[in-house]
């Protein structure tokens, strides 16, 4: 189901802006996408295209539904973040 947002593309990213000054937001050192991202992200708002940015503050705002994850209290999310890290040899965790 669509969410329509309710600010402006800057207003959204502005309010994220905290994520990245606190170090919450991690890139990869290396990525096909990533030049054409960060080029974008380091442009914006003046830059030609910012969909990547809009999704990506969107995404950030996004709070699931309080039993979202009912059912999930068991399971091993340091465990499976370290596997995830050691099979895929990423540069950054992404939490």
Same mark, same amino acid.
């Given at each position: 189901m669509p969410i329509k947002p309710q600010l402006n593309k800057r207003v959204r990213m502005a309010?994220? #802006? %905290? *994520? +990245? *000054?606190s170090g919450t937001i991690l890139l990869p050192k290396q990525a096909p996408w990533l030049a054409e991202f960060e080029e %974008? #992200?380091?442009? +914006?708002?003046?830059?030609? $295209? @910012? @969909?990547q940015? @809009?999704? /990506?503050?969107q995404a950030l705002a996004y709070e699931p539904p309080k039993d979202a994850y009912a =059912?999930?209290?068991n399971v @091993? !999310?340091? =465990? /499976?973040a370290t596997n !995830? $890290? /050691?099979?895929t040899g990423a540069g950054t965790r992404p939490w």
């Open positions: 309010v994220q #802006l %905290e *994520k +990245f *000054k %974008e #992200l380091f442009a +914006f708002p003046h830059s030609r $295209y @910012d @969909d940015i @809009d999704a /990506l503050s =059912g999930y209290q @091993d !999310w340091q =465990g /499976l !995830w $890290y /050691l099979q």
